[in-house]
């Protein structure tokens, strides 16, 4: 086990409804980043947060959001659902010091399964 | 074409044998490489980790990257059947915030 838990389990929403999923990061960790992982494919990279701020973020759109807590426990917002929003959807916590990676070994959470109906 | 290539498989071999999965990726400033374990409805695990070109060993498996070729491998020896999950290759650049890009997965079965 990694130490990183994610919020919930499981999900079922319909087109158009909003969600949040939650991840709390690996203690020592302050960095989390969010992978959507659709059936039969690799993660891919949504967005990361760092000190309560985005650092970098891949090809999505904005409706998918998020933020990062003070205790750098993190939220993935996804507002105006899609069918191809149905996924795996991963939380990987991580150290960064300042803007450069000290390792960048990533250690994944169980993760939160969107079904969009 | 995508950055990263993994064959998707499924791979399935007998119990013991020696098993071999691969990537190829097409940006070369890609500088650290990694393997993930990922059991069916459950988050990936780090089984490797490398920077750079080389090999590393560590009990039943071994990474290699090739550089030159822009190839990496992961080799199980002495497969178990527990061994049975979606292999993963993903890699970074130095630096870029700790982003990975991952392969689609390689699917082993193992059996007895």
């Known amino acids: 086990e990694t130490g990183v838990t994610q919020s919930p389990t499981h999900l079922i929403k319909t087109r158009g409804q909003q969600v949040t999923l939650r991840c709390s990061s690996q203690s020592g960790h302050n960095t989390v980043s969010w992978y959507q992982q659709a059936l039969g494919q690799g993660p891919q990279f949504i967005f990361q947060?760092?000190?309560?701020?985005?650092?970098g973020r891949g090809n999505f759109p904005p409706r998918f959001s998020g933020l990062q807590f003070p205790n750098y426990s993190s939220e993935l917002n996804v507002n105006a659902l899609e069918l191809d929003d149905s996924a795996l959807y991963l939380c990987?916590?991580?150290?960064?010091?300042?803007?450069?990676?000290?390792?960048?070994?990533?250690?994944f959470g169980p993760g939160t399964r969107l079904t969009v109906l | 074409q995508k950055e990263v290539e993994q064959d998707p498989g499924p791979l399935s071999v007998p119990e013991g044998a020696i098993v071999s999965l691969n990537c190829t990726y097409s940006?070369?400033?890609?500088?650290?490489f990694m393997w993930y374990r990922q059991y069916s409805r459950k988050g990936p695990e780090l089984l490797m980790y490398t920077y750079s070109s080389g090999n590393k060993e560590d009990g039943r498996f071994t990474a290699q990257v090739d550089k030159s070729s822009k190839y990496i491998s992961l080799f199980i020896r002495d497969s178990q059947p527990s061994d049975s999950a979606t292999y993963l290759c993903a890699m970074r650049f130095t630096g870029g915030g700790n982003k990975l890009t991952f392969g689609t997965g390689t699917q082993l079965k193992v059996e007895l």
């Open positions: 990987a916590s991580s150290t960064l010091r300042g803007q450069r990676a000290k390792m960048g070994t990533q250690y």
């Open positions: 940006n070369s400033a890609f500088q650290y």
């Open positions: 947060y760092y000190r309560e701020e985005e650092n």
